[in-house]
């Protein structure tokens, strides 16, 4: 049976997510590990109701968001693979590439929680620009005024009906008042993620990502940069430095999916956001999700 496993990025994150995973084998160990390397008690973070701490504690600080979802991802996609099921390909949605590494053995978990504070901390510091979502709109429409409006960007494709914009303020505003649209939000994020406003922190994480090895992958990976199953470390590294200033072409990583015959997707993290775009997109596929430990299983 052809089954994907896919994993969530930054709007996936819940308040007590934590709790819901913190008696798998070694997730302890996990968050006491990444709260040393990030001087921030992560569990407590991802604990407490987000209102009631500083902004510096808040899990939807890009700072701690990021590595509070891989933590939950990566215990329970090792518990899943203890308990004897395994891939035939994975994917990750913008961090959740990361987590996509580590489950193909790419990367190892102190490599990535490195890499992971590294990364955060750039696009938090980004500070240009900012994002927008865009639901049910008309896509020959959308595609003629990102092509016309300066400084505009689609930076998540996510489906034919859903797509996040990244660009300048003035460009944003722009489009809202121009496109026909079910729904136009603005995001709460600190720069433009996943377009040309990110060169600068893009430059420096490829600076960081040349003293890592990549390894060789223990199954095929589907890049945001580059949708295609890639089975090449270098190849792998090479679509991950390009990842940070170009989009996530997620719509096209799901018709990857339909071509190569998947029959079920499985979203592994806290929430059912991809799920919810391939119960839409691929017909006829099963689609899980397993999001806690009482649920290690497909």
């Known amino acids: 049976m052809t089954v994907a496993w896919v994993f969530p990025g930054q709007g996936s994150q819940k308040i007590g997510m934590a709790n819901k995973v913190i008696d798998l084998p070694n997730a302890k160990f996990r968050f006491n590990y990444a709260s040393e390397v990030f001087e921030r008690n992560l569990f407590e973070i991802c604990e407490l109701n987000s209102d009631k701490k500083n902004l510096s504690d808040d899990l939807n600080n890009t700072k701690n968001t990021q590595i509070c979802l891989f933590l939950v991802e990566s215990v329970l996609l090792d518990s899943l693979k203890e308990n004897g099921f395994k891939p035939t390909y994975i994917a990750g949605h913008s961090l959740g590439e990361i987590t996509a590494l580590y ?51 689609i930076a998540n494709d ?20 121009r496109i026909k649209a079910k729904r136009f939000l603005k995001l709460n994020v600190s720069g433009a993620f996943h377009s040309p406003f990110m060169k600068e922190s893009s430059f420096q994480f490829s600076k960081y ?90």
């Open 103 to 153: 489950c193909a053995d790419v990367l190892s978990f102190e490599d990535c929680v490195q890499l992971i504070k590294v990364r955060s901390g750039l696009m938090a510091d980004a500070a240009k620009g900012s994002m927008a979502a865009l639901i049910s709109f008309d896509r020959d429409q959308l595609d003629l005024l990102v092509e016309e409006i300066d400084d505009l960007v």
């Open 158 to 177: 996510n489906s034919s009906s859903q797509v996040v914009l990244s660009g300048s303020e003035k460009a944003l505003d722009n489009i809202s008042k």
């Open 209 to 298: 990502l040349d003293t890592l090895e990549f390894n060789q992958p223990s199954m095929p990976v589907i890049s945001n940069s580059h949708p295609s199953l890639c089975n090449n470390p270098n190849d792998l590294k090479v679509r991950f430095k390009n990842q940070m200033c170009n989009g996530v072409r997620w719509r096209q990583t799901m018709d990857l999916m339909k071509e190569n015959s998947i029959l079920q997707m499985v979203e592994i993290g806290p929430s059912n956001v991809l799920g919810g775009l391939g119960k839409r997109h691929l017909k006829d596929v099963k689609i899980s999700q397993v999001s806690s430990a009482d649920q290690i299983k497909y």
